[in-house]
């Protein structure tokens, strides 16, 4: 059964700062892999999704690697801002890839 | 606007009420899916219709019901709902092929509230 761990469930980083969430599952025969942002209360919003055959993804200030042999995947978002407050999700599909299997995601906050 | 609309955002009912969640996609996908999103707990995968067919119903209690008349809306019927059921319900959307590795687009969800 398929495991995906987020680390770390928290952090708090002032305006600026480059940082990196991570994000680990235990079956590394994905498809792909997806990150997802989450606004208290709100939907999830689709930030990058990696295919299984690629190593890393960029979207602006925002790039996940995938490491598949691993089991790893980063996210990285450059020069932080206070509107990067949210929470971030990694998901993998996994049984007959119909679903998702989430991550619990690490709460970002970004102090100006 | 995500592609996947949501209706009502905000829901309360009585335990005894009957109502039903509403889930429409604008992106031509053949798979649609209902989450839910309880407090401090990853996502659940509830049931997933592909083609409107339901392929997988993940052990869900049967006072939830799902509908789906066709490939682009999807509906959850609530009754006799508990209060442990208050959560943020959301679906998606993805379109499936013999060569897996299209994402998932979500709705903005419904937060229910069962008093």
């Known amino acids: 059964k398929q495991e995906v761990t987020q680390i770390p469930a928290a952090l708090s980083v002032p305006e600026g700062e480059n940082l990196v969430l991570n994000c680990s599952f235990t079956?590394?025969?994905?498809?792909?892999l997806q990150w997802f942002r989450q606004d208290p209360g709100k939907g999830l919003t689709s930030l990058l999704l990696?295919?299984?055959?690629?190593r890393e993804q960029t979207s602006g200030r925002l790039n996940a690697s995938l490491d598949k042999s691993s089991g790893r995947s980063t996210l990285y978002i450059a020069a932080s801002q206070p509107g990067d407050s949210a929470t971030y999700l990694c998901?993998?599909?996994?049984?007959?890839?119909?679903?998702?299997?989430f991550g619990s995601g690490t709460q970002l906050t970004v102090l100006p | 606007e995500t592609g996947v609309t949501q209706t009502p955002r905000h829901l309360v009912m009585g335990m005894t009420n009957k109502k039903s969640l509403k889930c429409e996609q604008h992106?031509?996908?053949?798979?649609m899916y209902w989450y839910k999103q309880s407090a401090k707990k990853p996502l659940e995968l509830m049931f997933v219709?592909?083609?409107?067919?339901?392929?997988e119903n993940n052990s869900v209690p049967s006072r939830f019901s799902p509908e789906c008349p066709n490939s682009s809306h999807l509906f959850l019927h609530l009754h006799t709902l508990q209060p442990e059921d208050s959560a943020l319900y959301l679906c998606?959307?993805?379109?499936?092929?013999?060569?897996?590795?299209?994402?998932?687009?979500f709705g903005s969800g419904t937060r229910l509230t069962v008093v």
């Open positions: 998606a959307s993805s379109q499936e092929s013999v060569r897996v590795g299209y994402g998932y687009t």
């Open positions: 079956d590394s025969a994905i498809y792909n």
């Open positions: 990696i295919q299984s055959s690629q």
């Open positions: 998901a993998v599909p996994s049984g007959s890839a119909r679903q998702l299997t």
């Open positions: 992106l031509g996908h053949n798979a």
């Open positions: 219709y592909s083609l409107e067919e339901r392929v």
